[in-house]
T-cell receptor, first 112, second 111 residues
Framework: DADVTQTPRNRITKTGKRIMLECSQTKGHDRMYWYRQDPGLGLRLIYYSFDVKDINKGEISDGYSVSRQAQAKFSLSLESAIPNQTALYFC???????????FGEGSRLTVL | SQKIEQNSEALNIQEGKTATLTCNYTNYSPAYLQWYRQDPGRGPVFLLLIRENEKEKRKERLKVTFDTTLKQSLFHITASQPADSATYLCALARGSYIPTFGRGTSLIVHP
């Protein structure tokens, strides 16, 4: 089983719908992240969490919210999806010392 | 503002040659720099980390250099193979250890 699991892997939705992307990890890491990847723009940080009670905005948090339900679970929500939120979304975790990230396989979201 | 630059043009090389990818940065003093590999439609995979006080790091066919004066890291793959074809991302971090990523460079190794 993968260390970092994202669901769903692919989702097509319509403008205005609420979408939740879920992430769970078995690495035992405290730190979890949500990134968005667009062609030509690289990975951009949406939200991050250093422990269950800690939530922080990243570079592009507008239009998104997150919930850290447990050490192992970190979900990303789009309250009212819009077409420019069409992208590949990655969840990642890291240990505290060196910070190298362990990524999930990604969730491809298409908003029509 | 902080800027991380990786060559947006794909690097094409012949199998067996050494591939060299560049990561330049400005307005930043990273404590360490990381390199990741990403295959199409997959999540990035961590390859190597080098700290600001290290000049060079090696792992099997991979070598990373870090020049804080030039604000540049070079990533080398020796004896490259078609299986090395992928996009390679550099990431820099300091302080809270949240890496900031470059846009990546695509490497294509031709048989």
């Amino acid at each position: 089983d993968a260390d970092v699991t994202q669901t769903p892997r692919n989702r097509i939705t319509k403008t205005g719908k609420r979408i939740m992307l879920e992430c769970s990890q078995t690495k035992g890491h405290d730190r979890m992240y949500w990134y968005r990847q667009d062609p030509g723009l690289g990975l951009r940080l949406i939200y991050y969490s250093f422990d269950v009670k800690d939530i922080n905005k990243g570079e592009i948090s507008d239009g998104y919210s997150v919930s850290r339900q447990a050490q192992a679970k970190f979900s990303l929500s789009l309250e009212s999806a819009i077409p420019n939120q069409t992208a590949l979304y990655f969840c990642a975790t890291s240990g505290q010392i060196t910070g190298e990230l362990f990524f999930g396989e990604g969730s491809r979201l298409t908003v029509l | 503002s902080q800027k991380i630059e990786q060559n947006s043009e794909a690097l094409n090389i012949q199998e067996g040659k050494t591939a060299t990818l560049t990561c330049n940065y400005t307005n930043y003093s990273p404590a360490y720099l990381q390199w990741y590999r990403q295959d199409p439609g997959r999540g990035p995979v961590f390859l190597l980390l080098i700290r600001e006080n290290e000049k060079e790091k090696r792992k099997e066919r991979l070598k990373v250099t870090f020049d804080t004066t030039l604000k540049q890291s070079l990533f080398h793959i020796t004896a490259s193979q078609p299986a090395d074809s992928a996009t390679y991302l550099c990431a820099l971090a300091r302080g809270s250890y949240i890496p900031t990523f470059g846009r990546g460079t695509s490497l294509i190794v031709h048989p």
